[in-house]
């Protein structure tokens, strides 16, 4: 049996939960554990604080937001992805962290930039925007994925090994 409190407490856990999603969406389900581990009182992501938090987007966000099958969370009705580049001094998000789509969104804009850029290159220089100066088999892994991405939704087609956008961009 649940008192009134642990309801509160609850509705207070969903509120911010919908806050920090809607301001770092789409945003890796570990990484919001780590953002709301400190206003528990264990202070940081406990397995309890993991447990509580996940109740608290099952009873209070269902049907107000999605997580997917990479685990990451994002607020219903989708918006689009917004590339989150980090300040010059902030510590970068771990590539795993960062949605494939987010990434995908990067490449578009660098390939806006730089006419017949390599898939080497854009993966680098992707990287490098997202706070990477060298290329580990996470970050591989996630450039990989997002080029796999733009080619099969028709973003962009490979010629001689060179990133080119389609349609009239």
Sequence with gaps: THHSGSNDNLTRISENIRYIVSVEQPMHMELLYKRMGPSFTTGKATEGVKSTIDEAINKRLNGQVRIDSDRFI??????????????????????????????????????????????????????????????GPKIKHKTDAAIDYLIKTGKIKLIDGKAQLIGGR
């Excluded at 960062?98 to 017949?116: D, N, Y």
């Design 74 to 135: 994002r607020l219903l009705s989708e918006t689009p992805i917004v590339v989150r580049i980090p300040e010059r001094y902030d510590t970068p998000r771990p590539m795993e962290y960062i949605h494939t789509e987010e990434v995908a969104s990067a490449m578009i804009k660098i390939i806006e930039h730089s006419f017949g850029i390599t898939t080497e290159d854009l993966s680098t220089e992707c990287a490098r925007a997202f706070g990477f100066e060298r290329k």
